[in-house]
């Protein structure tokens, strides 16, 4: 499959990498988008200094991900020309990971802005699976509207909620219940967690 990666500047851009770890390394190819507020959480809180053109953006995140030029494609925010933007080459699934409230809003409402926000009109229209990951707390009536009009059209809205009885030991393990969640939905295989009447982590 060939999945879509998008980042925003929500808190939560470790959900997003390990995301993509755990697509690439399952043998999906990549086209990743990151908008400049996620640029910017990705530097706060994960010491990335990632920016600069496309083409210096795909050689660092194919150098972080230790995967070949064939596996990764970047396309900057402001990119309307690039593939994901026309329903004719629609990639096979959308994850918005971790999506901020501005970008549900958006995404909503059918905003196509930039190339993220096209994107996701796109694969809702061409009936594609979109998991959009929030993460805000806690959340105002606008935020539940928004969400509930994107469930309503079929989004899949996971919530960065980990849960806790899969007994975590640490924070990778919360990050992984909810990654886990992710692919869940993109219908992909996975032993993230210790699902629920499992006896021992697998």
Known sequence: MRIVVA???ASGAVYGLRLCEELLAGGHDLDMLISSAGLAVLRA???LEWGGSE???EELLRNHFRVPAER??????DNLLAPVASGSSAADALAVCPCSMGMVARI???ISGNLLERCADVMIKERRPVVLVPRETP???IHLENMLRLARMGVSMVAAMPGFYHGPRSVDDLVGFVVGKVLDCLGIENRLYRRWG???PE
């Open 55 to 57: 083409c210096r953006m």
């Open 72 to 77: 990764l494609r970047f396309f900057a925010e």
């Open 7 to 9: 980042i925003t500047g």
């Open 139 to 141: 959340l105002s009536e």
């Open 45 to 47: 809180e994960n010491g």
């Open 108 to 110: 909503a409402v059918g």
């Open 198 to 200: 499992e006896t021992e």
